[in-house]
């Protein structure tokens, strides 16, 4: 069995090899230069297309692009309501009248900060801007509207406190018009501060006091004055009967106060110079009497002398009258 296989494989082996050997080989084919060498079955190669350019990346999505956030809406909110507020304060005032130039300014760049868009949170912002450059107009508006009325003010208690200068009110009524000056300098400290409307009402309040303390010195004035006129009709009464000479003393001594009260009068002193006018009268009177007296005294002596005088001639001539009988 083993010697049959070995038969049969030599046998298969045997006939491949004369297989092998029988079949011719076969001849090389000639070469072609690669110059020359192309496919013929193949379609001639087609240009590259041109690459597209990529598509641009979306921009990123920035703070300012999003929607508005509740932060942006309060503070959007927050703005008109005072751009209203400064608005409506102007308008208080009667800025729109007053000023209409910068009014109409205010006014255009309200209705810009109403049409702005809002729909991202930078438009928010741009709005917000808006409302606040409207709100600082409108409050520059309201400013220079206290500031003119403070200057009139102001001018009111200027020309009231001239008037009370010029009747002396600083030393007729001093704390009156000390009351009324320290006012008048708390409402200047004010104007200095930009706080307009606080020192127009000081202001007005000073004019005022001035006012009042002005008429007080009149009336006061007014009764020195006719005190004094007392005085000039009694000295003069006084210096008709030569009370100057007849009661030397007591002219003097109201002529003395006269002069006193004359310069408290001039220093504004009314109520001191009226007191003593009154009295002056009273003394000028007291002399004017004693002259009087003196002179009715005087008189009567005269008369007396004169009457003596007369009985002394009277009897001289019946003494001569006598004699002259006798040598008859």
């Known amino acids: 069995m083993k010697k049959t296989f070995q038969m049969s494989l030599m046998v298969a082996v045997i006939a491949v090899a004369m297989s092998c050997a029988s079949k011719p080989v076969p001849a090389p084919e000639p070469s072609v230069p690669e110059a020359w060498e ?49 608005r409506e304060q102007a308008r208080a005032v009667g800025g729109d009248e007053a000023y209409p130039d910068d009014w109409g300014r205010a006014e255009e760049t309200y209705r810009e900060a109403e049409a702005s868009p809002r729909d991202t949170r930078g438009q928010a912002r741009e709005a917000v801007a808006r409302y606040k450059a409207a709100a600082d107009k409108y409050g520059a508006v309201h400013v220079a509207v206290l500031r003119s009325r403070a200057d009139e003010s102001r001018a009111l ?8 200068l010029d009747v002396k009110a600083n030393a007729a009524v001093r704390d009156d018009y000390n009351a009324a000056d320290a006012l008048y300098s708390q409402s200047a400290d004010s104007y200095k501060a930009g706080s307009f409307e606080a020192a127009s009402e000081g202001y007005a309040r000073t004019a005022e006091l001035f006012v009042a303390a002005r008429d007080a010195a009149i009336e006061k004035r007014a009764v020195a004055d006719e005190n004094r006129a ?14 100057n000479v007849a009661a030397r003393g007591d002219y003097n001594t109201a002529d003395a106060l006269y002069s006193q009260s004359a310069d408290s009068y001039k220093a504004g002193s009314f109520e001191e110079a009226a ?29 007396a002398a004169e009457e003596k005088a007369g009985e002394s001639d009277a009897l001289a001539q019946n003494s001569v009258r006598i004699l002259g009988g006798n040598q008859e």
Request: aromatic share 2%; net charge negative.
């Open 157 to 164: 208690a200027d020309s009231a406190r001239r008037e009370a």
């Open 275 to 303: 007191e003593d006018y009154a009295v002056t009268a009273e003394l000028f009177v007291a002399a004017r009497d004693m002259a009087i007296e003196k002179r009715a005294a005087a008189d009567a002596a005269i008369k």
């Open 38 to 86: 192309q496919p013929v079955d193949e379609k001639p190669a087609l240009e590259p297309e041109p690459e597209l350019p990529a598509p641009e990346p979306e921009p990123p999505v920035g703070e300012a692009d999003l929607a508005p956030d509740q932060a942006a809406l309060d503070a959007l909110a927050a703005a008109k309501a005072g751009a209203d507020a400064a």
């Open 230 to 243: 007392l005085a000039d009709s009694a000295r003069q009464e006084a210096l008709d009967v030569k009370a």
